[in-house]
């Protein structure tokens, strides 16, 4: 028996209240445009694609385990810079996008990875987008890209990281029939995030603030 998903946005939402209490000033994400278009995430090296497991989902801080359907692959490009904090916070920004599709995707049963990643601002506007789909009875599929991934530290415990998402091959899909909502290539299949992340006492970057706009001229193909 499958259990249906509004526990789960019941869970979501006492998270986002609980943390809105340490939230600082930011733009939630205001990429969304219907069902028809998906955000989504992964880790690993250069020009990499993501396994159905997270690569990093295990070890310190007993990070939560985040997993992804096998019909979402999500790619990661320059995800190694040399630097080891601005690696760090490539790697847990990605992992706060699977995060993010986890829920979506229901694989990520009681929101902990969304917790774990997110925070403040962040966390209110992942919280939203995971309603989106459910009211909409839907779920992703495809492919994502993220790319032009760049990070600056600002002191030891805040970072702006900006990156591209090509979402050009991934979609919705319909929970029920398993259909899927293919739309054709345009502009708006291109979004620029721009994020901040805070790292917390446990070393975890969290995501605080994020910002998207769809369809922005410097992610979409010359």
């Known amino acids: 028996m499958i259990r249906r998903r509004p526990t789960l946005l019941a869970a979501l ?13 930011g733009n939630g994400d205001n ?15 250069e020009s990499s694609k993501s396994s159905s497991a997270s690569p990093t989902s295990e070890g310190a801080v007993g990070r939560p385990r985040v997993e992804l359907p096998a019909d979402l692959q999500l790619i990661f490009e320059s995800a190694a810079t ?15 996008m699977r995060a993010v599709d986890a829920a979506v995707a229901g694989t990520d049963a009681e929101g902990k990875a969304l917790g774990f990643y997110n925070t403040g601002k962040a966390l209110e506007a992942a919280v939203s987008w995971v309603g989106q ?25 805040s970072a702006v990281l900006t990156f591209c998402a090509d979402e050009s091959k991934g979609f919705s899909k319909d929970k029920e029939t398993g259909k899927v909502a293919r739309t054709p290539v345009t502009k708006d299949s291109y979004v620029r995030y721009n994020t901040k992340l805070d790292r917390n006492a446990d070393g975890v970057w969290q995501t605080s603030q994020i910002i998207s706009t769809r369809g922005a001229a410097q992610c979409r193909p010359a």
């Open 31 to 45: 990429s969304a445009k219907g069902k028809d278009e998906s955000t989504a995430a992964d880790t690993g090296s």
């Open 13 to 25: 939402t006492l998270i986002a209240t609980a943390a809105l209490t340490l939230s600082a000033c």
């Open 133 to 157: 789909f459910e009211k909409a009875n839907a779920t992703v599929t495809g492919q994502v890209r993220y790319f032009d991934r760049k990070v600056t530290l600002e002191g030891k415990s």
């Open 82 to 96: 040399g630097d080891p904090v601005k690696d760090a916070v490539l790697a847990d920004n990605a992992e706060r």
